[in-house]
């Protein structure tokens, strides 16, 4: 899995990619950490180039949301396909209710918005 990571003035941004050989959710776990402990209070999770998303990456992206939720911040799957949206569902069963997606880029900071000015 190839990522994009930048760190902005209100959030934190990963761009995810599907990488020609294997995945690397060690690299995606990594990533994820930078973004829980940047101090930022979004963390966007861009999936738009993903076809699929591997049950440890789903468990990732899940464990992530909850460290960040008991911090009063929040993480958002933005343009998440529904092949994503259905590998996360199926992998997490009914902890995939408390992931928050956005059909955009811009949705997710709107949607993070209130989270962002209570800092």
Same mark, same amino acid.
């Given at each position: 899995?190839?990522?994009?990571?930048?760190?902005?003035?209100?959030?934190?941004?990963?761009?995810?990619?599907?990488?020609?050989?294997?995945?690397?959710?060690?690299e995606?776990?990594?990533h994820?950490?930078?973004?829980?402990?940047?101090?930022?209070?979004?963390?966007? !999770?861009?999936?738009? *180039?993903?076809? %699929? $998303?591997?049950?440890?990456? /789903?468990? =990732?992206?899940?464990?992530?949301? &909850?460290?960040?939720?008991?911090?009063?911040?929040?993480?958002?799957?933005?343009?998440?396909?529904?092949? !994503?949206?259905?590998? *996360?569902?199926? %992998? $997490?069963?009914?902890?995939? /209710?408390? =992931?928050?997606?956005?059909?955009? &880029?811009?949705?997710?900071?709107?949607?993070?918005?209130?989270?962002?000015?209570?800092?």
């Amino acid at each position: 899995m190839v990522i994009y990571h930048e760190a902005l003035p209100t959030g934190y941004l990963l761009a995810l990619a599907p990488d020609a050989g294997a995945s690397n959710e060690a690299e995606l776990a990594d990533h994820l950490m930078r973004a829980c402990c940047s101090g930022r209070p979004a963390v966007w !999770v861009d999936c738009r *180039l993903l076809d %699929t $998303l591997s049950a440890t990456a /789903a468990w =990732l992206l899940w464990s992530c949301q &909850l460290r960040l939720r008991r911090r009063g911040m929040c993480l958002v799957l933005c343009q998440a396909s529904e092949r !994503v949206q259905q590998a *996360l569902h199926q %992998t $997490l069963a009914g902890e995939c /209710a408390t =992931l928050c997606y956005a059909s955009s &880029l811009e949705e997710a900071v709107v949607l993070t918005a209130p989270t962002i000015s209570r800092l």
